[in-house]
C-alpha cells in the first residue's frame, strides 16, 4: 500500500498534460484486446481527483465491444495516456496509464495485478 500523492502525466509530444492524485496501490494489466496491444499498466482513480491540464481538443475517442470505456489517445503521438469510465456503479472513474508517468515510476511486476478483461 502507497499513500495517495499528486502525480503528473502525460502523452508522448505533451500535448494531453494532467495530474492525478491518487495511491499507486492497485496497478494492473489487462489482457483484453487492446490492452494486450497497447501492454499499457493501469491504476483506477476517481474522476474528482483527475485534472486535465491541456490537450482536450486534441484527444481522439475510441470505443469498443460494451463501449462503457472511453479511450483518449493524442491526435498528434497516437499515446493512450488515461481512458475514462465508471466502476460499475455509477461513479466517474478514469483508468490512468501509469507508463504515461512523468517522472517515471518503478512499477513492481510482482505485484501488478492481472486483469481478465477479456472474458468481461
Ligand atoms: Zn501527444
Avoid at 3 to 28: E, F, N, P, R
Avoid at 90 to 115: F, K, S, Y
Wanted: proline share 2%; glycine share 8%.
Amino acid at each position: 500500500m502507497s499513500d495517495a500523492k499528486t502525480y503528473h502525466g502525460q502523452c508522448h509530444c505533451g500535448a494531453v498534460q494532467y495530474d492525478v492524485t491518487t495511491a499507486l496501490d492497485s496497478m494492473g494489466e489487462c489482457n483484453c484486446s487492446r490492452c494486450r496491444r497497447l501492454g499499457w499498466v493501469l491504476q483506477s482513480a476517481p474522476a474528482a481527483q483527475f485534472t486535465l491540464l491541456s490537450g482536450a481538443d486534441n484527444l481522439t475517442e475510441y470505443r469498443f465491444n460494451t463501449e462503457k470505456i472511453e479511450h483518449l489517445f493524442c491526435k498528434t503521438c497516437g499515446v493512450e495516456s488515461f481512458a475514462r469510465g465508471d466502476d460499475g456503479k455509477g461513479n466517474a472513474m478514469v483508468m490512468i496509464n501509469v507508463n504515461c508517468l512523468e517522472p517515471p515510476v518503478a512499477v513492481d511486476r510482482t505485484t501488478i495485478q492481472h486483469w481478465d478483461g477479456a472474458n468481461w
